[in-house]
């Protein structure tokens, strides 16, 4: 049984910090790239970073600078450091593992948390 379990959510006011966990089970996540979106009432979900297998990470233009994507392929786990919070960071943020193979994506979502960012 696949699992992403994240952590890490909460309130926080402007120029403040997180940090969220994805902990996964029953994947070989070595394999799998990892994601991290981020949704609001009424929006699609928005991917915010990317992290490769072998590393390379890429981010939205609004997190550009302030958030940092990391993987411990030991722990199975990624991670999502986010740092000079601001409100319209607000959201709820999930993960996602996934992985191309012969053309399918396959992908394996976490629960979410939610991120408040207000004073």
């Known amino acids: 049984q696949v699992q992403l379990v994240e952590s890490g959510g909460g309130s926080v006011q402007p120029g403040g910090s997180l940090r969220l966990s994805c902990e996964t089970s029953?994947?070989?996540?070595?394999?799998?790239?990892m994601e991290w979106y981020r949704q609001t009432p009424g929006n699609q979900r928005e991917l915010v970073a990317r992290?490769?297998?072998?590393?390379?990470?890429t981010y939205s233009d609004s997190v550009k600078g302030r958030f940092t994507v990391s993987r411990d392929n030991d722990n199975k786990s990624g991670y999502l450091q986010m740092s000079s919070l601001k409100p319209e960071d607000t959201a709820v943020y999930y993960c996602n593992a996934n992985k191309l193979r012969l053309g399918k994506r396959y992908e394996y979502w976490g629960q979410g948390t939610q991120v408040t960012v207000s004073s």
């Open positions: 992290i490769a297998i072998a590393g390379s990470t």
């Open positions: 029953g994947i070989a996540f070595e394999l799998y790239a």
